[in-house]
């Protein structure tokens, strides 16, 4: 039987890279699609860049979009880019609504005109909850969302099953709880909070200045959120998921746990600074994956506790490789 042939965009991405391996090892061709950049960096996926091809092409460019679906011919194909970051939806709000929002539909529009018999999962998120209508949020769940990324999530996530309906494309809408690992960008709070713990024991760095410390999320392992993308494309019929552990904990805790990996005591390195609170907060995330867990057979493996102890054994480890 040919090989599957499956193209991601934001491959160089956390998900992208754990994505593309997982489909690597189920035999796929796997196709990636990257920006052109000054310099390339492809740290995220250089252990396996001899396995994957790369494509050009951008959210923003309807044509870009056409020749990668045009060139691959691929049967399954994974929206997974976006400007993806809450905090500079507010300083750029219109290109995170060209890119997370609109770019969703410049995909589905060269999968309809191009590809239509492929399968297509589009990377939905649980900050469209926002300011939450239920405890736990479920697939039936009313959007409040607090942020531009927020809204412009919601927006791909309708027309995601728009298409589905006009069109009959096997379209599918994965709403991701927060996911989190050792490729997780420097910036996000889980990564920013083990690689600040991970540079005070080394002796490279005496603080850590943080927001709210008091929001809620529910974090999960991307390895293990990625086989749920998967899983959604292999379905008899399209359909939408919410992808979640069941678990909350506040940043605090994620600190207390993250710190103590690291044997430190965080009250006497954690500083609260301003500039990291948001103008609307989420306050609360708790998801409920019953319905991944029944159709889908999908549960987490990593546990809250292991995922911490994995992302500051990954900082202290990197950050000793460096010095
Ligand atoms: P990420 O690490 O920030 O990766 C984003 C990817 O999008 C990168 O590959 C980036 O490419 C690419 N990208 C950005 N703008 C682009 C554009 N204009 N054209 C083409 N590619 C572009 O995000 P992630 O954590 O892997 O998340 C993957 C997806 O899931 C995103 O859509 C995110 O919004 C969504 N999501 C994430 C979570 C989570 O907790 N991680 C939860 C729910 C939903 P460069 O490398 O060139 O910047
Ligand atoms: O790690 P965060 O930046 O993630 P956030 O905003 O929940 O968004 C992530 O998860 C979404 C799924 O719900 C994705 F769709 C999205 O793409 C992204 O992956 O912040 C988590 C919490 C927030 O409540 C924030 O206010 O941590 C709080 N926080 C406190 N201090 C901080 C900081 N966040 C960041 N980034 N930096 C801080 O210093």
Request: hydrophobic share 35%.
């Amino acid at each position: 039987m040919a090989k599957k042939r499956a193209l991601i965009t934001g491959i160089t991405g956390q998900d992208g890279s754990y994505l593309a391996e997982l489909l690597i090892s189920k035999g796929y061709d796997v196709y990636g699609m990257v920006r052109r950049a000054s310099v390339e960096r492809f740290d995220r996926i250089s252990h396996i860049q001899d396995k994957i091809t790369l494509v050009q092409g951008d959210l923003t460019d309807q044509s870009s979009l056409d020749s990668a679906v045009q060139s691959t011919r691929p049967d399954e194909v994974y929206n997974l880019a976006a400007q993806s970051f809450v905090p500079t939806s507010w300083n750029q709000p219109t290109l995170t609504g060209e890119v997370t929002g609109l770019g969703t539909t410049r995909v589905l529009e060269a999968v309809r005109k191009i590809r239509p018999e492929a399968r297509f999962y589009q990377a939905s998120s649980s900050e469209m909850f926002g300011k939450v209508r239920d405890v736990p949020q479920t697939e039936q769940t009313p959007f409040y969302p607090r942020s531009p990324y927020g809204v412009a999530k919601v927006y791909g996530h309708y027309i995601t099953i728009n298409y589905r309906e006009s069109y009959n494309l096997f379209a599918c809408s994965g709403i991701l709880f927060n996911h989190e690992s050792p490729r997780r960008g420097l910036e996000f709070v889980t990564r920013k909070i083990t690689n600040g713990a991970a540079k005070i024991k080394l002796g490279l760095t005496k603080e850590l200045r943080l927001g709210n410390l008091d929001a809620k999320r529910d974090w999960g392992y991307a390895g293990d959120y990625v086989e749920a993308m998967w899983l959604m494309l292999q379905q008899d019929a399209p359909d939408d998921f919410v992808v979640a552990t069941g678990e909350t904990h506040t940043v605090k805790e994620f600190v207390e746990a993250a710190f103590g990996c690291a044997g430190l005591d965080w009250e006497k390195y954690v500083v609260i600074d301003p500039r990291f609170i948001r103008p609307a907060e989420v306050e609360l995330l708790i998801g409920d994956p019953a319905k991944a867990k029944k159709k889908l057979g999908w549960e987490p493996r990593v546990s809250f506790t292991e995922l911490v102890k994995m992302m500051v054994e990954g900082d202290l480890k990197e950050l000793e490789k460096g010095a």
